[in-house]
């Protein structure tokens, strides 16, 4: 079966967002009114086969902690979805 999988990675809350500070300033200087704060952060859409969403989960959870995410500055969540 494949899956496809949508997976978000973003820097923690608690710790300063250079780029997000960046895009929002640059949002402020073309007059985008009410623009508080911006975080920055990465999106993978990945295919999978596998027999089951159980299977995908442990995949992904391995593939977030080992690669896609550095868990000192970043959190992660997916969604799975079967095709």
């Known amino acids: 079966m494949t899956f496809r999988v949508e997976v978000d990675v973003m820097?923690?809350?608690e710790l300063l967002d250079p780029q997000g500070k960046a895009v929002a300033a640059g949002l402020?200087?073309?007059?985008?009114?009410?623009?508080?704060d911006v975080r920055v952060g990465k999106h993978f859409t990945i295919k999978i086969e596998a027999a089951t969403e159980q299977e995908v989960t442990a995949q992904i959870e391995a593939?977030?902690?080992?690669?896609?995410?550095?868990?000192?500055?970043?959190?992660?969540s997916f969604k799975v979805i079967a095709e």
């Open 11 to 13: 820097p923690l809350k």
């Open 28 to 36: 402020q200087k073309l007059n985008y009114a009410g623009i508080q």
């Open 63 to 76: 593939a977030c902690k080992q690669m896609l995410a550095n868990q000192i500055m970043e959190g992660y």
